[in-house]
């Protein structure tokens, strides 16, 4: 994903810490801070507007096969389409392409909904955008979700599980379903050496919210705002542990979990070819309501 109009030609900093403990304890001072560097980064998203409107026209979907395995065809049975963390709308569309009636993406970011504003008008898909934090998606909502779907790099985002799991819990219909396909903890453990060998980061797998400025190249690029103006963020690794603990905390019911070597933004392309598949990457919940 180079991109030969980036104006930023700086070289990139190491602007990485962990959170301080003030940081660590305040979830919506975080998810604010998240909230900036996503309206900053939704200037990449803009970028893939064309593709997506061909993509979402021709009727194709964004999702990986092993997606389509878990959510399957919602021709018929799926009067809603809930997309929590829905960016600028490709993959919440490619759910209107499966079978979904209605679809309704939730994001934080005004400016990525602002994009999948446009990739409705220019596709008539019946859609509607919610600009709110996952933690406040609205009650009008609640209980009329067959489909909730999320992930794709969205939980590392979050910073209260507990609250998290609670709004999807409330979201879905009785007879509803959640799948969440998101990525592997384990992958910020791992990254390729010279030769394209798996090698270990120097990642704190148990170490809590990290600030950092400056995105991964593989998947945001360069933005035409210099690294050391753009907004801190703050990412971590859930582990999968504490995900799947959320959820039964939650009262969801799960039906599945399971990891998968699928590299879902292509993060680890420098690993040689006979080492890939050796390492989660990826990992899926498919739950119910759990009455
Ligand atoms: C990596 S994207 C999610 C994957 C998405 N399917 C895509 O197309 O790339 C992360 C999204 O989460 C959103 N986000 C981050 N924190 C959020 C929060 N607390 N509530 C709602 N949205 C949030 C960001 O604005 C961003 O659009």
């Not at 829905?86 to 993406?105: H, P, Q, Y």
């Not at 209980?143 to 939980?155: K, M, N, P, S, W």
Request: charged share 25%; hydrophobic share 40%.
């Amino acid at each position: 994903m180079t991109d030969p109009e980036s104006t930023t030609d700086a070289p990139r900093t190491s602007n990485v810490r962990p959170a301080s403990p003030a940081e660590a304890a305040d979830v919506r001072a975080m998810h604010a801070a998240n909230r900036s560097a996503w309206d900053e980064a939704a200037e990449r998203y803009e970028g893939w507007y064309d593709e997506a409107v061909e993509l979402i026209r021709g009727g194709g979907s964004n999702l990986f096969p092993v997606e389509h395995d878990l959510i399957g065809d919602l021709h018929g049975r799926c009067r809603r389409a809930i997309h929590l963390q829905c960016a600028g709308g490709r993959d919440t569309l490619s759910l209107w392409n499966l079978g979904a009636d209605e679809v309704i993406g939730v994001d934080i970011s005004t400016r990525m909904l602002d994009l999948a504003a446009r990739l409705t008008a220019a596709t008539g898909a019946p859609a509607r955008w919610v600009e709110a934090d996952v933690l406040d998606a609205p009650h009008e909502l609640d209980g009329t979700a067959d489909l909730v779907y999320t992930g794709r790099g969205a939980i590392i985002w979050l910073q209260d599980l507990d609250a998290w799991a609670a709004v999807l819990r409330r979201l879905l219909s009785p007879m509803g379903r959640l799948v969440i396909f998101d990525g592997h903890p384990a992958e910020w453990l791992f990254d390729a050496d010279e030769d394209g060998r798996w090698v270990a980061t120097d990642y704190d797998y148990f170490g809590g919210p990290e600030a950092s400025k400056g995105w991964a190249p593989e998947y945001i690029d360069r933005l035409s705002l210099a690294e050391d103006d753009q907004s801190w963020k703050f990412a971590r690794a859930w582990t999968l542990g504490e995900i799947v603990t959320a959820l039964l905390g939650a009262g969801l019911r799960l039906e599945r979990v399971a990891e998968h070597p699928v590299d879902w933004w292509a993060g680890h392309r420098d690993i040689r070819p006979e080492d890939r598949g050796r390492v989660p990457l990826s990992f899926s919940v498919v739950a119910t309501r759990g009455e």
